[in-house]
Nanobody
């Protein structure tokens, strides 16, 4: 079992920045792919970014490339999502997820956090 707890969401103006954190406990964190997904009202949950267990490989959704950066600290069992140049359309609940496979498919992820709200005002 893996427990995930997100933090760092909030209200920010367009063009601003936020850093999300996801603290993990339970199963060996350093062997898990970690990902961020988001879900806006009335929309499906979508992939945002993921990072391999070593941190050596990352992927981003086209909509956030160049603005968001994912990173991890295996010593702290924590993954981060630095979000810069935020846009109104980034408004969503952001979820942290964990999985052994390196995959962008949300259906492959077994472990999820409770989510943290990010609201970007225009």
């Amino acid at each position: 079992q893996v427990q995930l707890v997100e933090s760092g969401g909030g209200l920010v103006q367009a063009g601003g920045s936020l850093r999300l954190s996801c603290a993990a406990s339970g199963r060996t964190f350093s062997r898990l792919t970690m990902a961020w997904f988001r879900q806006a009202p009335g929309k499906e949950r979508e992939f945002v970014s993921l990072i391999s267990w070593s941190g050596g490989s990352t992927q981003y959704a086209e909509s956030v490339k160049g603005r968001f950066t994912i990173s991890r600290d295996n010593a702290k069992n924590t993954v981060y999502l630095q979000m810069n140049s935020l846009k109104y359309e980034d408004t969503a609940v952001y979820y942290c997820a964990a999985e052994v496979l390196f995959t962008t498919n949300r259906n492959d992820y077994d472990y999820w956090g409770q989510g943290t709200q990010v609201t970007v005002s225009s």
